[in-house]
């Protein structure tokens, strides 16, 4: 799903400004946390937060402070103040929560941890984007009138942050790695990598590869050689397991633009 329908999903109920704002900073986001930028991702993600604290606190019927009056803290307390029943305790309390605790560790990042310890950077990245896509999710969910459920907000959000890569290109739902000396595992491997979560048919897989000039016989040879790194469902179609994200990764970290 693209981030125009996602929005459409949001808007009216929260204010469209609001929303595109968060819908940016949430692709800044995963696009830095993607790149291992850890404090730039952990930055956006205070930023998606800032934008998704006024949609609720405008959909909450409050009038926000502007410029640097405005204060997270005061946003979040306000919420908290209203009277229970007068809004939803989603948009009251339970995201509020959840936003507090994400600009809590955006707001500190690099002044709480002892220099001597491991770098926090990717722990902390980790959990800024894990709870952004969840707070996303509520309000998609909220918005929808129950019309989504929470799995199903879910998935929407995954959509969202699929892995994107600088070395691959997409042109009308055609797939090309622009990087050389890959074997054919290891662009089948990447290729399922950038269709994370979605599934991928093995005859998609298998076109995909002879496309990048590997023979026929090699695009079936490499399809079965991944089955360790994949789940196959019921209808054939292949999502990589934890082992071939890993695997994926590796690949592209050691490729380069120079090698195009």
Known sequence: MSKTQVEKLLVPVFFKKHVTAMLRHFERMTEDFQRGEWEDCIAKGGKFIEAALK????????????????KVDSVINGLAGLTSGSVSDTIR???????????????????????DEIDPNEMDAN?????????????????????????????????LVQRRYPLIEEVDGRTYFHFKRASAVDVAL????????????????TDLLTRHRFSAANARVAARRIKKFVDEDENGLLRLLAPGLKRAEQIISKASPSEA
């Not at 959909?59 to 640097?68: D, E, M, S, Y």
């Not at 990447?190 to 897989?205: N, Q």
Request: hydrophobic share 45%; aromatic share 6%; glycine share 6%.
């Open 93 to 115: 309390m339970t995201i509020p929560r959840a936003c507090r605790f994400v600009y809590e560790i955006s707001s500190n990042r690099g002044g709480r941890h002892d220099p």
């Open 55 to 70: 949609a609720l606190y405008v959909n909450a019927g409050q009038t926000l402070a502007t410029g640097r009056t405005f």
């Open 127 to 159: 959990v800024v984007v894990m709870n952004c896509s969840w707070i996303l999710a509520e309000m998609i969910r909220h918005a929808q009138h129950g019309a989504v459920d929470s799995s199903a907000a879910r998935k929407i959000v995954e959509s």
């Open 190 to 205: 990447v290729a399922l990598a950038h269709r994370y979560p979605a599934r991928v048919a093995v005859d998609d897989l």
